[in-house]
């Protein structure tokens, strides 16, 4: 058993549905059918790559994307939230080698939401936060990098940049 302190990082944003238009547009889906079609024909790992790159502008991409409150709501919930799941294979494939355990945080989880008085927010946990408790340097190295492309995705998307991703 391991126990370790994860940060979450909650950034303001000025509303959920400018901001999650804009986090949308920046991070795109994951070239799903491409990507199966390397994977059938058995592509080397450079094909793989060379799609991952020219897919992800700002280092990700989101491989799920859902609704939490549209089921709350039946329960009186008030609350907005959009959850998704943003990653990039060629980086957690650098993890992966070292510690396969790091697919439990990889993809990030991250969520755009509005509390019930109409405050809009970005949250995410910090990933070297997360790939640091599982003892592995070549991993927490990583962990630190996925620190700086987020703090890029946020400065792209003109959010305040947690101090925290720059000084990890």
Same mark, same amino acid.
């Given at each position: 058993?391991?126990?370790?302190?994860?940060?979450?990082?909650?950034?303001?944003?000025?509303?959920?549905?400018?901001?999650?238009?804009?986090?949308? %547009?920046?991070?795109?889906?994951?070239? /799903?059918?491409?990507?199966?079609?390397?994977?059938?024909?058995?592509?080397?790992?450079?094909?793989?790559? =060379?799609?991952?790159? !020219?897919?992800?502008?700002? /280092?990700?991409?989101?491989?799920?994307?859902?609704? %939490?409150?549209?089921?709350?709501?039946?329960?009186?919930?008030?609350?907005?939230?959009?959850?998704?799941?943003?990653?990039?294979?060629?980086?957690?494939?650098?993890?992966?080698?070292?510690?396969?355990?790091?697919?439990?945080?990889?993809?990030?989880?991250?969520?755009?939401? =509005?509390?019930?008085?109409?405050?809009?927010?970005? !949250?995410?946990? =910090?990933?070297?936060?997360?790939? %640091?408790?599982?003892?592995?340097?070549?991993?927490?190295?990583? /962990?630190?990098?996925?620190?700086?492309?987020? %703090?890029?995705?946020?400065?792209?998307?003109?959010?305040?940049?947690?101090?925290?991703?720059?000084?990890?």
């Amino acid at each position: 058993m391991s126990t370790y302190s994860v940060r979450r990082l909650d950034v303001a944003v000025p509303s959920v549905s400018d901001f999650r238009q804009r986090y949308e %547009a920046a991070v795109p889906r994951v070239p /799903g059918e491409e990507l199966k079609d390397l994977i059938r024909r058995e592509a080397s790992w450079k094909e793989i790559t =060379q799609l991952i790159d !020219s897919s992800t502008p700002h /280092g990700f991409m989101l491989f799920m994307e859902n609704e %939490a409150h549209p089921i709350f709501r039946r329960a009186g919930d008030r609350a907005v939230c959009f959850w998704y799941l943003m990653g990039n294979h060629t980086i957690a494939e650098r993890m992966y080698r070292h510690d396969p355990r790091a697919m439990l945080y990889a993809p990030l989880r991250t969520v755009i939401w =509005q509390n019930g008085t109409g405050a809009s927010w970005f !949250s995410v946990d =910090q990933p070297s936060t997360h790939f %640091a408790g599982l003892g592995s340097p070549e991993v927490a190295r990583v /962990g630190v990098e996925l620190d700086r492309k987020l %703090a890029a995705l946020l400065e792209f998307l003109d959010a305040d940049v947690p101090d925290e991703l720059l000084h990890s």
